[in-house]
């Protein structure tokens, strides 16, 4: 992978894990759910998990480039 589609993943990747957090917020907002329920739905989501892992990959995988 160059660095061009490294930084796209990692665009797209965060830009999903955003939006998926927002929606997590706002549907607990309308349930009306304590703030520290949906902190803690947040942190356990397995997608979210998933998704912060794939972002710390493409992270290792661009620093080797980075230092070239």
Do not use: C, G, W
Request: no cysteine; net charge neutral; proline share 3%.
């Amino acid at each position: 992978m160059d660095q061009q589609d490294l930084k796209l993943s990692k665009e797209l990747i965060s830009s999903y894990k955003k939006r998926l957090e927002k929606e997590i917020l706002d549907r607990s907002v309308k349930l009306r759910m304590p703030q520290n329920k949906f902190e803690e739905i947040i942190q356990n989501n397995n997608e979210l998990i998933n998704l912060k892992k794939a972002l710390e990959q493409l992270e290792t995988e661009s620093e080797p480039h980075s230092k070239v």
